[in-house]
């Protein structure tokens, strides 16, 4: 299973100075949550990605929303999910898939001009 998501907290005080507050201690508390798990991670800016089974996956999500919980009175999560049993390595495989895919269109690309 591979697991996409973004947590934010959400609805907090407005900052004495008027600025716009942001929210990168609170998104660094659940990366250091995943990165802790043990999965297979990939963290971008708009997403973190995990790869496991469904339990320990949405027990990472369930922490992560914890952690980012304690910086403000709400929690934005928004999530997405590759379930496909027994199936392993799939974050470098799907990238892997994607980037022969590529390439073969360019190759054909290329003989069609």
């Known amino acids: 299973m591979i697991v996409a998501f973004s947590v934010a907290p959400s609805g907090g005080p407005a900052p004495a100075d008027g600025q716009p ?3 990168s201690a609170a998104v660094a508390d659940a990366v250091l949550v995943v990165r802790s798990s043990g999965l297979p991670h990939r963290t971008d800016s708009m997403f973190t990605t995990i790869e496991g089974e469904w339990q320990e ?4 999500v369930r922490r992560a929303c914890e952690a980012v919980g304690r910086h403000g009175p709400r ?3 928004v999530l997405k999910a590759d379930i496909r049993p027994g199936r392993t390595g799939e974050m470098t495989g799907k990238l892997e898939r994607l980037e022969a895919a590529v390439e073969r ?3 054909e690309a290329g003989r069609g001009q």
């Open 57 to 60: 996956c949405m027990e990472v």
């Open 21 to 23: 507050d942001s929210v």
């Open 105 to 107: 269109a360019q190759g």
């Open 75 to 77: 929690v934005s999560l």
